[in-house]
């Protein structure tokens, strides 16, 4: 066992329900005598939710509208992931061009070079939207492209709870090995297949015959802080809706793939926002949701974690109505350079100062989360040009943003259509109809997913085209399938 403590699974009775009393569960049928309270701090006691415990029981979701919200989902992750592609690495603090950040002047101006090149992005010589209409084809990328790896093996396999050899399998079937020629060239002294730091070198591990959750061991994988999980495994919270219980449960062995410790944290951060979103409820504004799930999602971050503080920070920063240039700023000095409450990524000597951890990528993401302000614009804005790994928190909040307003919500944004067609095959291998897909049967599959969580694990039901989904604790919540 390596000396760096296996995070575990952290799924307190009181995480629901936080999440079901402050969210209100008006986007859900609710029976008459609950109660609809507006619990707005992070840390309510556990005796005050306790004793609300018993006014929720259950919850009805429509399937079709949330087939709807699945194809916005990656829609909307699509449009973060490419937009924020253009800045990706352009900005990383230190000496140099690459220390001068963006700020929000430089929208619509000059791309600038990323570490690693001479000029600007391929994608687009300007910072802006990078869109595709409806006769072009979106394609995938690491943000999205594992995500839908694990899509196709849950729906393969008919279960909810991926196996370490399913996961391997999966893996090694669908992703390119870069010591072979691949489709992509050379890159380096290997050849590219569109993985990096602990993805990386957790293919390698498989390809060893090593499984998860082995291949995120600190003693086989020296890059088990980096930011991979953050960015492989949000939709796991979709497929147990109003259950981020049951989302972690789902989310442990993916996220353990690659990541450990404050790296697993940030990531079932993430995981938890995308349980709370589906019962967001209809008459709040989107902004007000995310600052209640935000609120729900943070009580799970263990107190004394550099995670916890950096919420706590950027949260701060944001409410003393400092621009989210001066928070990001105060951000890359508290952490990068004075690295406080525990953050030493910049002491260790990491290519690019650990431009690719977690940390410092989990509280530049948390900028873009609360500034942005429920507008799905807004916020790909700010995270394609808030600094580091610009493109992973673009895709997140895209997709997160993009299922709460549905397909409809973002081309009313963009006041556009957009194509609906994915192509897999950009970056991996191995699936039907040469890797063309479409969202809208990529929601289709979210949905089969989902139905069989909510009945096996969530120990809910389907009646007709509603989900019935009872919640933790609840008298209504039977046990899970021993089967599964």
């Not at 008006?26 to 004793?51: G, H, Y």
Request: hydrophobic share 35%; with cysteine; proline share 6%.
């Amino acid at each position: 066992m390596s000396s760096v403590e296996n995070s575990q699974l952290r799924t307190p009775k009181s995480l629901w329900m936080i999440g079901a009393l402050c969210l209100g569960l008006a986007s859900c049928e609710l029976t008459p005598q609950q109660a609809e309270p507006n619990l707005t701090e992070e840390r309510a006691s556990a005796e005050q939710v306790d004793r609300s415990a018993s006014k929720v029981e259950q919850f009805i979701i429509d399937r079709e509208r949330y087939a709807d919200r699945m194809h916005g989902f990656w829609l909307g992750q699509s449009i973060g992931n490419w937009t924020g592609l253009v800045t990706e690495m352009d900005k990383i603090g230190g000496d140099g061009p690459h220390g001068v950040f963006y700020t929000r002047e430089d929208w619509n101006g000059p791309d600038q070079p990323a570490i690693w090149g001479d000029g600007p992005s391929d994608l687009s010589p300007t910072i802006d939207f990078v869109l595709r209409g409806p006769d072009e084809e979106w394609g995938a990328d690491d943000d999205t492209d594992i995500e839908y790896i694990y899509q196709i093996a849950l729906h393969a396999h008919q279960t909810s709870l991926l196996s370490p050899e399913q996961i391997r399998t999966a893996w090694i079937a669908h992703i390119y090995d870069e010591t072979q020629p691949t489709p992509y060239g050379p890159d380096e002294d290997r050849f590219q297949n569109y993985l990096w730091v602990s993805n990386q070198r957790a293919h390698e591990l498989m390809l060893s015959g090593m499984a998860p959750p082995e291949t995120s061991d600190p003693e086989n994988n020296p890059h088990w802080d980096m930011i991979d999980a953050q960015l492989t495994t949000e939709i796991f919270g979709l497929y147990a809706p109003g259950r981020p219980d049951i989302a972690l449960q789902m989310a442990h062995l993916p996220i353990r793939t690659s990541a450990r410790g404050e790296a697993a944290h940030a990531a079932e951060y993430y995981v938890i926002l995308h349980a709370l979103a589906p019962i967001a409820p209809d008459d709040q504004s989107v902004q007000e949701s995310l600052q209640s799930m935000a609120a729900v999602a943070r009580t799970h971050l263990p107190e004394g974690s550099y995670t916890a503080a950096m919420y706590d920070f950027v949260k701060a920063q944001y409410e003393s109505g400092a621009p989210w240039e001066t928070a990001r700023d105060r951000l890359y000095e508290r952490y990068q350079v004075q690295q406080a409450d525990g953050y030493d990524v910049s002491s260790r000597g990491l290519y690019c100062n650990g431009c690719f951890a977690s940390g410092i990528n989990f509280g530049a993401s948390l900028i873009s989360l609360f500034y942005g302000e429920g507008d799905i614009k807004e916020t790909i804005k700010i995270a394609t040009l808030c600094g580091w790994d610009s493109d992973n928190p673009a895709a997140t909040w895209g997709g997160l943003l993009g299922f709460m307003i549905g397909r409809d919500g973002i081309e009313t944004a963009f006041d556009q259509s957009f194509s609906t067609q994915f192509n897999i095959h950009r970056t991996r291998k191995g699936f039907a109809n040469d890797g063309l897909d479409d969202f809208a049967n990529m929601a289709r599959v979210g949905v089969e997913v989902t139905d069989r969580a909510v009945s096996e694990l969530i120990g809910g039901e389907i009646s007709g085209t509603n989900w019935i989904i009872p919640a933790e604790g609840s008298e209504s919540e039977r046990p899970m399938n021993e089967d599964n």
